[in-house]
């Protein structure tokens, strides 16, 4: 990550010390050795802008460190419940796990259910066949929510064997 923004930083740099050289006093010579013979004032630029990156890099480096960026890591851990309602007809609602940020809660009705599971946002949605979303045997939806407490599932007619598995990674 430091790498790519150094070299965008490095790349901009480039395009802001060639304008800044073009208004500045600057003549090139073959005869002496110099390359550029620049003013106070062009130096001074051309010093501020390689100081600059230079800071930004160390800024970056501090970043990543601190949010722990040092490359992509798998989850360290899985969390697999299996959820089935009370009572006919009486929503539940799921177990209160968090999802960690960027991740999301996979729940998928039992291939062994004998009817629909109705999932949604409160007991009362989850209870609705007009307000909640039927999940089918053996069907899944991933989700992202903060907790899985944010979901409730009911069975409208099934038998109480009826119900969901909720998978979500854990960090």
Same mark, same amino acid.
């Given at each position: 990550?430091?790498?790519?923004?150094?070299?965008?930083?490095?790349?901009?740099?480039?395009?802001?010390?060639?304008?800044?050289?073009?208004? @500045?006093?600057?003549?090139?010579?073959?005869?002496?050795?110099?390359?550029?013979?620049?003013?106070?004032?062009?130096?001074?630029?051309?010093?501020?802008?390689?100081?600059?990156?230079?800071?930004?890099?160390?800024?970056?480096?501090?970043?990543?460190?601190?949010?722990?960026?040092?490359?992509?890591?798998?989850?360290?851990?899985?969390? +697999?419940?299996?959820?089935? #309602?009370?009572?006919?007809?009486?929503?539940?609602?799921?177990?209160?796990?968090? +999802?960690?940020?960027?991740? @999301?809660?996979?729940?998928?009705?039992? #291939?062994?259910?004998?009817?629909? +599971?109705?999932?949604?946002?409160?007991?009362?949605?989850?209870?609705? #066949?007009?307000?909640?979303?039927?999940?089918?045997?053996?069907?899944? +939806?991933?989700?992202?929510?903060?907790?899985?407490?944010?979901?409730?599932?009911?069975?409208?007619?099934? #038998?109480?064997?009826?119900?969901?598995?909720?998978?979500?990674?854990?960090?």
């Amino acid at each position: 990550m430091a790498d790519n923004a150094l070299k965008i930083l490095a790349a901009g740099g480039v395009g802001a010390l060639i304008a800044a050289l073009l208004s @500045k006093n600057a003549s090139a010579s073959t005869g002496s050795g110099d390359i550029f013979h620049l003013d106070e004032e062009a130096m001074a630029t051309l010093i501020g802008l390689l100081q600059s990156a230079q800071e930004t890099n160390e800024k970056l480096a501090v970043i990543e460190a601190r949010l722990g960026l040092g490359g992509l890591k798998n989850p360290v851990g899985v969390i +697999i419940d299996v959820i089935r #309602p009370l009572a006919i007809g009486e929503g539940k609602q799921l177990v209160s796990y968090d +999802i960690p940020y960027d991740m @999301k809660l996979l729940v998928k009705a039992l #291939p062994t259910n004998a009817g629909n +599971i109705q999932l949604g946002y409160s007991k009362t949605s989850a209870e609705s #066949p007009l307000a909640s979303y039927p999940l089918t045997r053996n069907e899944s +939806i991933a989700i992202k929510v903060a907790r899985a407490s944010a979901l409730w599932i009911c069975t409208p007619a099934g #038998p109480l064997t009826d119900g969901v598995v909720m998978i979500a990674e854990q960090d």
